[in-house]
């Protein structure tokens, strides 16, 4: 069935169109300028819950009107009205309760430390050689082990929009240690640090809390290279505009591809090409140069940079 509401707004939008033979309807693409209406929209949604579109002329083409609208140069309420009037994301994306999850009871907080405990100070210096300052201690309420499963190793906890732990990550101070990272057994399906995120704001996509801390202002770490579906969900639905993806060079696919999908709901979509560095290693500084000079992704350039693989 047709979304009428979907037609009236995209009439408001791109002036009102002309049913082709097929049951869809055609407008001037915003892409091309096309002086003939040759960009055909259905407004009758897939099995998917999509709306395609495609231009005959220049090939532009989607899977959202909320996408088309952004192109079309929309304003964010008339975006936000599309994405409420398209199929509910809550069906695309099936929300995964978290595992309850403590920190080792090993854990001992930095935050305040006796200066003769000898294992704090190795933690202490460890950290500080990785960029972290004290406020960063503080802010992610970071500890240490010295005994049990994550001994002599620094913990970096996470939280929830509510401030409940959800996940932690723990990393060896030592200088040559066996296991250099140990995390628990427990799903990564959560949204590490929300309680940070402005979610009105454009957000950046790194790989570890390390990244995360260095890049300073709303970082949300993956635990990886995927973008897990309680986040993907979250980040759909919010009204954040642009997403920044900083992804390591060897995770390009899955950059890539976590691109076509956020450019398919609508979003603006920037991928950082961090070249041989990640962000704790950049530094604050670089790597806010280096997003200030990073243009919006377009459909052509994804399709570019996935012929060249």
Not at 23 to 52: D, I, R, W
Not at 105 to 133: G, T, W
Not at 219 to 226: D, E, Q, V, Y
Not at 261 to 275: F, H, I, R, S, T
Request: with cysteine; glycine share 4%.
């Amino acid at each position: 069935m047709i979304n009428q509401l979907l037609v009236t707004l995209v009439n408001s939008v791109l002036g009102t169109g002309k049913q082709t033979a097929r049951g869809n309807m055609a407008y001037n693409c915003p892409s091309c300028n096309h002086h003939k209406p040759k960009l055909e929209v259905n407004f009758t949604e897939n099995k998917q819950g999509h709306n395609p579109w495609h231009c005959w002329v220049c090939g532009k083409k989607g899977k959202s009107i909320s996408l088309l609208l952004r192109i079309a140069g929309a304003t964010q309420d008339q975006i936000n009205e599309a994405k409420s009037l398209s199929k509910n994301v809550d069906d695309n994306y099936v929300v995964k309760v978290a595992d309850t999850i403590t920190l080792p009871d090993e854990f001992i907080s930095l935050n305040n430390v006796d200066n003769s405990d000898i294992m704090a100070r190795h933690a202490l210096a460890y950290l500080k050689n990785r960029h972290v300052s004290k406020h960063d201690i503080l802010k992610y309420n970071m500890g240490y082990c010295k005994s049990g499963l994550y001994k002599n190793m620094v913990v970096i906890p996470t939280y929830d929009a509510d401030v409940k732990l959800n996940y932690f990550t723990a990393r060896s101070f030592e200088k040559d240690p066996y296991v250099k990272y140990r995390n628990p057994s427990a799903s990564r399906d959560v949204i590490p640090n929300e309680h940070l995120i402005n979610w009105n704001i454009p957000i950046i996509l790194c790989e570890g809390p390390f990244d995360a801390i260095a890049i300073k202002r709303n970082a949300i770490p993956l635990l990886g290279k995927n973008i897990q579906t309680n986040l993907m969900k979250k980040i759909v639905t919010s009204l954040v505009d642009k997403i920044y993806i900083a992804l390591d060079r060897d995770a390009i696919k899955q950059a890539l591809r976590f691109c076509e999908k956020l450019l398919a709901e609508g979003k603006e979509v920037y991928l950082v090409d961090l070249q041989d560095k990640d962000p704790s290693e950049m530094g604050f500084e670089n790597f806010t140069r280096l997003i200030q000079k990073t243009v919006p992704l377009t459909y052509y350039d994804l399709m570019e940079q996935k012929l060249s693989l």
